[in-house]
């Protein structure tokens, strides 16, 4: 059974930052697609970031430049480093897994693995 896992989250003041972590485990091989994806209160989920097993990264515009993703193969943990937190990144955060093309932050519901959910709340 395949599981996702996020830890890391907490709160912040403005400006701090976090590192979220996601770990995978029950599947036999690294998936070949990762994203983190986030909700507010009141909002619909929104992709954050994906990266694919070639390393390639997407970034949504609210974060590029302020978060970076990444993964450990060995250890089979996806990362999300938050850097510049604003108090607009108050989310539950989820990480997902898939083995489908292409990979892309935006085609959420190609994703079939998902995390419970990490809340990150951001102070101003």
């Known amino acids: 059974q395949v599981q996702l896992v996020e830890s890391g989250g907490g709160s912040v003041q403005s400006g701090g930052s976090l590192r979220l972590s996601c770990a995978v485990s029950?599947?036999?091989?690294?998936?070949?697609?990762m994203g983190w994806f986030r909700q507010a209160p009141g909002k619909e989920r929104e992709g954050v970031a994906s990266?694919?097993?070639?390393?390639?990264?997407m970034y949504s515009d609210s974060v590029k430049g302020r978060f970076a993703i990444s993964q450990d193969d060995a250890k089979k943990t996806l990362y999300l480093q938050m850097n510049s937190l604003k108090p607009e990144d108050t989310a539950m955060y989820y990480c997902a897994a898939t083995g489908r093309v292409p990979c892309s932050l935006f085609a959420q519901h190609d994703f079939d693995y998902w995390g419970k959910g990490n809340q990150v709340a951001v102070s101003a």
């Open positions: 990266i694919d097993s070639d390393g390639l990264t």
């Open positions: 029950g599947h036999p091989t690294n998936f070949y697609c």
